[in-house]
């Protein structure tokens, strides 16, 4: 079985570890904080002092991190997983990176012989608790098979999407459209509360036409529409989403009007103190903009 | 049984009106083109010489027209629907219109005793071909009892969602996210062309996750995506409704900055030559802008 | 001496009907309002109770009048000026309209040979009280020999840029550039203000630089960095222009995106309250939904 | 006379680099290139083999550099100048780069007891070679009155603007108005064009109002009016300079709508190829976007 590492262990990446570990793989995990690590402990799995531990001690070195920064550091900075893995390893970068990172990233694992998967996670992080969460794959088909059962211990849905830097891009397409499908909604209903349309009878048109859309039917409903801004994604990480695309976008030459004028509004938001909410809370941000009540569902 | 007047026999209103006169109402119509008329006199339907011969002979007047224009020329002209309906008459507007000018008009129908119905269509020919056209419907409970059988002989999806003016304001509603998602998608899947992703495997991903929505799992596969860009709604006409839509929203002080950069995305299709392809082809309009081939499914 | 007939007595107007009638031309006015109509009696003209009696006292008929529906109402009613202006009478609008309404009414004018004449006015209302007015003229070289004396009366820089329709496509040429300066000084100026930048300094830099402009060098200090934002132009005015410009830019298949994100900008400050505050409180509009104090000048 | 170093001699660093060294200053000079290192020495100036050589052998170092990391590593990494420099050392930055960098690095040299001046440079290389560059400082005013003699060797126009960081957010407000007064422009030319106005009659008028701006009547005339599209500075550049204004802006939480269209914008001539070109170039940009011909000054 193969020994596997765990760099960064925060609100997704601790119950993603602690589902690997639950299948017995030998687990060796870092992180800046103790309590998370502890947990791990409780669990069977070794506490490293440093990546570099966690790298000699690994067959697979996992890394879940908060943004681009983390993820070159950790991976290829002077004491990193890079540096310090056997020939043969392999590193999975599980965090939400730009295209650019990931290439670097993946260009310098082949030069050493260490093999790479890109394999950044969709839904939430209830999802992750209960090992449901959802994986875009970039990786080589023998890598990719070499990871399966770890993707399979954390999420049931696991999509490989092609080779490294597959994944990284599929999801900054996947969430371009989730998150700027918040701002459409709320520009959308804040329209209709303007007009004084009710809110249950217009949601029943939008369903029923191809302006449906998974926002506005999965998520809303039990998150804003209820009255439920408590961060499921909060509107700070959306905007870094948007930022991490347009970015990508136009080293890619790609013009986004709509994601440009979406991130000011997000941005517009952040500046109202409404970031730590969730991202269907735009809809409050667009109808204070506008100057007309939020709606929300009866009863 | 109510007699029933038509005016505008166009592409919507023609079979329209002929699933009407198929459940044996008394109907008088009128339209400046000869062959539509001549083919609901073929089904039993009189030919009307105006707008007012029409009302003349009619307990209910049914307009479906190309624009505010023609509405307030129709019904509230010297020689109009409005002169010239008996008391206890009504009329029902299915054109697509600004909500001044249907609340204008529904002013004008309450001051003289006349009934008033905003109805405009939801989905598109070929649905009303077929009478399974979706309205979106503003009445009083009254007014909508009196026309419900009519638009059940139109269609198979009926909203009543509130009084007068709130059909026309739900339509714009919903055309704001219907069209706009055309451009939301238009960016994300340039984006993933750039990225020299595989279509398939991205819409895979995609339909699991909050970014699905109605135009990308609905029409998109039948239309751009499989090389179809004949049109079911025209990119002129998607641009019109979106300058409706920016109009209205003016008129309410609702900012719509998504709606405003959509709407100079369609006005570029428009200069780049693509007007009279399907709202769809804003995938090609944003891949051409984007210096990429358009991606199309396999098979 | 021309016999000057004059329509439209408001802020504008009246001011520039007693520059007219100061050179002793015979005026006929007609406003709804009294008073500006005993203001220009006082002067020596004469009171009509029609737009149609104005046209039968005169040889060259004004217009000044607040948009598009009421110019077209004036001039081709059919109680309005052109079905009552001798053949060889002349009409000038100098309204602020949309060219295709322009278009409308010239081309009614010379199919009945009436001269036409657009010219609509820069500058602000002080200006036109002391004759100081800005005009962009669209006419024939006839048509404007015969306007020419009276245009010297009521302003100081009169610019001949084309034939009939010239006037009115630089008006809105002038204005986009003009009313967007204001959202483009309040971003860069709200960034300074967020980088706690000193505001003096800063001007100095950009008066350096290409990055001057007009309204930040002439209009600006005078008002919102100087504290007053009473209207010499006000937000709502300006948005009304935009609206104007988008409306043609759309009809020639222009597309505006800068434009289109501005006059959302304008639409969010309206919908804060501030409609009818001058247009440089762009900067105060930004400013609050930045979350950082409005700069102003010192002393 | 205190001795310099300067690192980095590309376009605009290597005739500031000997504006200063014809005033005598000692000088040690660092570049991956050779042939603006081998110009400097023939003015007598030292080659340096690293920038920690140009450091031990300077009391003050100059960097001009493409971009943030550049700075970063030069300055701040193991081998750069702040570890080389003696106590009482100073070092002048004037890169063009995002203000996080700059407080970055001003506080490592305050650390470290090390002066830190940042002195971004505007107008362009051809004022650069004659010694008549205008430079954005951010200083206290110890440090700037140590570096004045040689901002004055570099330029003619010399803007004290604040403390540590004030140069680097100066410069940012200004080129956010430059560059986006392109775009500007862009839009009410191609307006302009579309409507058929005579382009010398149109800049008449706005040279007469507030729509006048210095992009327009001074820099446009020389470059894409008289058909010149050679980069002064590229649509490249101010692309970039655009996205560090905007992630400026972002951190600031201060959303900039207008500026966040403009980048679309750029970035849609970068996808068409005109990256290269002077960014007055944006004019051929909307002009192709709107199928005008783009317009020209005649003679």
Chains 1, 2, 3, 4 share one sequence.
Not at 44 to 54: D, I, L, N, T
Not at 150 to 178: D, F, Q, W
Not at 216 to 240: Q, S
Request: net charge neutral; charged share 20%; glycine share 10%.
């Amino acid at each position: 079985m193969e020994r596997i590492g765990f760099v960064g262990l925060g609100r997704m990446g601790r119950p993603m570890a602690a589902n690997i570990r639950r299948r017995q793989h030998p687990m060796t995990v870092f992180d800046i904080a103790d309590a998370p690590v502890q947990a791990l402990e409780a669990l069977g799995a070794e506490r490293a002092g440093s990546p570099a531990a966690v790298a000699r001690a690994s067959d697979i070195a996992v890394t879940m991190l908060p943004g681009p920064r983390e993820v070159a550091e950790t991976i290829l900075g002077a004491d990193g997983l890079l540096a310090n893995l056997r020939p043969g390893g392999l590193v999975m970068d599980m965090s939400t990176v730009d295209p650019e990172t990931t290439d670097r990233v993946a260009a310098a694992c082949a030069g050493r012989g260490i093999g790479f998967v890109d394999a950044p996670v969709g839904r939430l992080a209830q999802h992750a608790d209960r090992g449901e969460s959802l994986f875009m794959v970039g990786a080589s088909e023998a890598d990719f098979a070499r990871v399966k059962p770890l993707l399979e211990a954390m999420g049931s849905t696991i999509h490989h999407c092609g080779g490294p830097g597959a994944g990284t891009r599929t999801k900054l397409v996947n969430n371009y459209l989730a998150v700027i499908l918040c701002q459409l909604n709320a520009e959308a209903l804040s329209l209709g509360a303007a007009f004084g349309l009710d809110l249950e009878k217009t949601l029943e048109v939008l369903h029923g036409t191809t302006a449906t859309n998974g926002q506005l039917k999965v998520n809303w409903p039990n998150k804003v529409l209820a009255g439920d801004t408590e961060p499921g994604f909060a509107i700070d990480l959306a905007h870094k989403d948007l930022s991490l695309i347009l970015q990508a976008a136009s080293a890619a030459r790609v013009p986004l009007p709509v994601a440009a004028a979406a991130r000011e509004a997000f941005n517009a938001a952040r500046a109202r103190g409404m970031g730590r909410q969730d991202f269907s809370a735009m809809l409050d941000a667009q109808c204070a903009a506008a100057g007309v009540a939020p709606p929300r569902l009866k009863g």
